[in-house]
């Protein structure tokens, strides 16, 4: 039996006592004077991030070399396919992973090696076994190195996360400032239907849970590849 | 403090019957008890301009915690206006006098602990170090952690006394790495805490407040 | 003396002495705030975003009950099933009761400190089905059978030999003292288990109301894929993580990230809303949400500590803690550690049981300078020793502190205190640092300072005269 109303019941008293607003016992090197209303734009306070394409651009290589990910701005698709293969036959792929998108499907012809798709239901030991995913994106987040993708986006929740090497095609326009734009982008494209699950993915996946070592590839892919159009 | 302060042309005022803050009391829950203390000091320091005290730990009671041992009672006002009044030493003469050279001479190496309430309730950081800059013959060498509890908090160190031993120790350490002769501090209790545990376990440290060396002259 | 408190204090005897520990603790902290000064320097300005993050949450807390109306309203209309539970143990029943429903045999579980403190694990062991946690430390610690050492980092305690030691043991694996090594053991293990669970657990950091999604972070992936390739999702989330809108997602996530793990922003932070959409190629079938109470609302009524419901699980507070650091994430033996263990646990769990855990601290404030939303953290500590003080005061230290009043506020007696003091002291060492010295607390392993005999009192009258 849900407790939906007893629970609710028990906030609705509690809640008729008034709490004290927050940092009335602060000490002095941490005091800052209290909002009229609750903030809303904290893009003064968040790291500061240049307005030019070129700063977001620097940027993001700076976050990228620190997360190590691998990071390639190209000038056009001749590049993008050379740098592809290259990719492909330095890691040894034999099989990728990847959604239809326009990029993608000029990757997947560029590559021409066998290939699981996730735009329907799919195999997963398929998926588990392939090289790497291949998918595009809804944005890149200069302020953190930051890639952003949703199930429309990336084919699906576990493209983007089970192959051992991630890649994403990626546009120039797609390169955003900061966080805060990138959340009001994701709103105004989908924000009258949202995908069941979008993620802010920064960096290979990587733990720290050994003696605070920083190991990467811990579950999700041990390498992260953005190419940059 | 008391000579330094005169040392500076201040007249100075000590009302005899003080005894004490009432924080033991207060730290320990027993917030009813610490108030019939606290409110005796409100009251021998009615007529005082400015109060300036010599002790971190103090200094907080009296500038942050006697606000909250007084809300909702009738002495509330009173406490704040208190509060208001109350400087800890090395706070008075920099921020408040501007004054960082207090004519002291004291040739020796010397490394600060930063006492908690004096660093988070005061905002004492740059205060002690700028007098300590100007005396003479004196050398400044930063511990690391520098900010870390020394494990005294009061009640804490006999109550819990293997946690503030550990704590202290870890203290310890970090002052025999400067390779300092004396341990300053704004706060005697910490002091206390640090000497016993060094002299216990025989550790070349020696500790001074802040006020003593500023004394030398 | 509660059994409690009394194993706390021979634990953090125990503890407090072992100088390998001691140096384990300090190193693996000593990389994490220098990381950590470097992130909050990137800050514009740090102490304005903590400002902004409590005001936040202050409102989320505040107007609870409506958050939490939308947050479950946009839920629901998207197919999510949203369970209420007032306990614990509703909770548990509930999620059994949907493993058995959809015949699950294995489940994996990405972190959540919920399922630590209402034992889920247990819960569905008992029940027939196979639970792996999948976060690497919360891995090491199932292997090992002990709860985790830090909410953030349970297997903070162990070096690489211990941890090849219990993989060998274990799993069977050849011994190796390289972290990366060890990592991809666990790696290859876990990664069978998730392409053939049947259900995915996890918890939450934040429930977004105006969108009705759970934000989930993890640096592993372990959420992501815990939420991905199973037919059903579990999330077991307290009433008090909720978020008002998706945008405040880019202040707390950074700080989030910064506070608990000296990192920019964590690797991945997943927005779930709902269960596979139409037109979507794989996700769960079924996602359920736990909201859970236990002793939540209780919190709430108390307006004097409601604030501690604005935290937000970064550990940061356990990371600065001195007496944390010295008695390690064990000793408490409760599921929340460090002080914002210390001030939550007797809300959750009785103060009369757990109020050691307030008194275990030397109000050094360094909890509440490193929380990010600014909870008032060492003065709950107070406010919770005046409580259980008044609650209950051991009659003995009820005497002591009307002798201290009746001391302190008669200057002759005062005066009159110190001197017979100061001669008693002249006979101190006869019975110091033994049973019998009634200074024993102190004197066990501190000499005391020689009382003088002429104090500032005498100084002050003989300058006057």
């Known amino acids: 039996m849900s407790e939906r109303e007893p629970i609710l019941g028990r906030i609705r008293e509690a809640l008729r006592a008034a709490a004290p607003k927050p940092g009335l016992l602060s000490g002095p090197g941490q005091r800052v004077p209290a909002h009229e209303k609750r903030p809303t734009d904290f893009r003064p306070w968040l790291p500061a991030v240049g307005e030019s394409f070129d700063e977001r651009a620097a940027l993001f290589a700076k976050n990228s070399a620190e997360l190590k990910t691998d990071f390639q701005l190209v000038a056009d698709r001749a590049e993008l396919q050379t740098k592809l ?51 595009e994106c809804d944005a890149l987040v200069a302020q953190t190195g930051s890639v952003v993708v949703t199930t429309r986006s990336a084919g699906g929740r576990a493209l983007s996360v089970l192959p051992p090497h991630h890649v994403v095609l990626a546009r120039r326009d797609q390169l955003l400032r900061d966080l805060p734009a990138a959340f009001a982008a994701l709103k105004r494209q989908y ?36 190419f940059c159009l | 403090m008391a000579q330094v302060l005169e040392r500076l042309g201040h007249q100075v005022e000590y009302p005899e019957d003080f005894t004490c803050c009432g924080q033991p009391a207060f730290n320990s829950g027993y917030w009813d008890e610490a108030r019939a203390v ?118 804490f ?61 | 003396m509660s059994t409690v408190a009394q194993t706390f204090k021979e634990t953090a005897r125990r503890l407090t002495r072992d100088l390998r520990h001691r140096e384990l603790i300090q190193n693996a902290l000593g990389k994490y705030y220098v990381g950590r000064d470097e992130k909050k320097a990137r800050f ?17 807390v505040n107007h609870l009950d409506k958050y939490l109306e939308e947050f479950v309203s946009k839920l629901e209309a998207r197919g999510t099933k949203v369970f209420w539970a007032s306990t614990g143990q509703q909770a548990c029943d509930y999620i059994v009761e949907v493993a058995k429903k959809r015949n699950v045999r294995s489940i994996v579980k990405s972190k959540a400190m919920t399922g630590e403190e209402i034992h889920l694990a247990q819960a569905l ?211 929340y550690m460090g002080p914002i263990g210390s001030v939550l646990t007797p809300h959750l ?35 919770n020793r005046r409580n259980a003080i008044r609650c209950a005061s051991p009659w003995w230290e009820k005497l002591i502190f009307k002798g201290f009043v009746t001391l302190m506020n008669h200057p002759a007696f005062y005066r009159l205190g110190v001197k017979l003091g100061w001669f008693g002291q002249k006979f101190h060492w006869l019975v110091k640092g033994t049973r019998l010295d009634p200074m024993y607390a102190w004197t066990q392993s501190r000499e005391a300072p020689p009382l003088a005999l002429h104090t500032f009192k005498d100084y002050w009258r003989r300058k006057k005269s």
């Open chain 3, 125 to 335: 062991e008992k029940s027939g089905v196979e639970v792996v946690e999948t976060d690497l430390g919360e891995y090491i610690v199932q292997l090992r059978e002990e709860p985790p050492y830090h909410i953030v980092f349970p297997a903070m305690h162990l070096t690489r030999h211990e941890i090849s030691d219990l993989f060998t043991k274990k799993l069977g694996t050849a011994p190796t003292d390289n972290p990366e090594e060890l990592t991809m053991i666990a790696r290859r293990t876990l990664r069978k288990k998730y392409c053939a669970a049947d259900m995915g657990i996890s918890g939450a950091n934040f429930a977004v109301a105006e969108t009705g999604m759970i934000s989930l972070t993890t640096n592993e992936g372990n959420g992501r894929l815990s939420t991905s390739l199973p037919k059903v999702h579990v999330a077991v989330i307290g009433i008090e993580k909720v978020l008002p809108t998706l945008d405040d997602l880019a202040l707390f996530l950074p700080m989030l990230a910064t506070a608990g793990a000296a990192q920019a922003v964590s690797c991945y932070n997943t927005f779930i809303g709902g269960p596979r959409q139409d037109g979507e190629s794989d996700g769960p079938e079924e996602f359920h949400v736990v909201l859970l109470d236990n002793g939540r609302t209780r919190l709430l009524a108390d307006a004097e500590q409601r604030d501690t419901l604005h935290c937000i699980r970064c550990g940061a507070c356990l990371n600065v803690c001195p007496i944390y650091k010295n008695i390690g994430g064990h000793t408490y033996g409760t599921t």
């Open chain 1, 85 to 135: 293969v290259a990719l492909a036959h330095a890691e040894g792929w034999k099989k990728i992973a990847t959604h239809a998108g326009d990029l993608t499907n000029f990757a997947f012809a560029a590559l021409g090696m066998p290939v699981v798709r996730t735009d329907s239901r799919y195999d997963v030991n398929e998926l588990e076994s392939s090289d790497a995913g291949i998918t």
């Open chain 2, 38 to 155: 606290a409110e005796k000091v409100l009251a021998m320091y009615r007529s005082a301009e400015i109060i300036v005290g010599v002790s971190g730990s103090c200094g907080a009671m009296m500038t942050t915690f006697y606000k909250e041992l007084f809300h909702g009672t009738p002495l509330e006002a009173e406490a704040n206006a208190h509060a208001a009044k109350c400087w800890e030493f090395s706070d008075f003469l920099v921020t408040k006098l501007g004054v960082t050279d207090v004519g002291a001479k004291f040739p020796a190496k010397v490394t600060f602990h930063d006492g908690c309430h004096g660093l988070r309730e005061l905002g004492l950081k740059k205060q002690p170090r700028a007098l300590l800059a100007k005396v003479k013959g004196l050398e400044l060498i930063e511990m690391g952690a520098a900010e870390s509890c020394c494990g005294f908090g009061g009640t």
């Open chain 3, 349 to 383: 769990r009785g103060l009369k049981e757990w109020k050691h855990l307030s008194f275990a601290s030397s109000l050094c404030g360094a909890c509440t300078e490193a929380c990010p939303v600014k909870i008032d953290l060492h003065h709950h500590l107070l406010q």
């Open chain 3, 44 to 60: 514009q300005n740090w102490q304005e975003a903590r400002q902004a993050a409590a005001e936040i949450k202050w409102d989320a």
């Open chain 1, 191 to 226: 924000g009258s239907d949202y995908p069941s699950m979008m993620c802010l993915i920064t960096g290979p996946s990587r733990t720290g849970d050994i003696e605070r070592i920083l190991v990467l590839g811990a579950h999700g892919p041990k390498k992260l590849t953005i």
């Open chain 2, 157 to 217: 160190a006999v109550k819990f006394p293997m946690i503030s031993t550990a704590m202290g120790e870890v203290k310890c350490d970090s002052a025999l790495k400067t390779n300092a002769d004396y341990i300053v501090s704004c706060d005697a209790s910490c002091l206390m805490h640090i000497q016993g545990l060094a002299d216990r376990q025989k550790k070349p440290l020696r500790t001074m407040h802040l006020a003593e060396v500023l004394a030398k002259q």
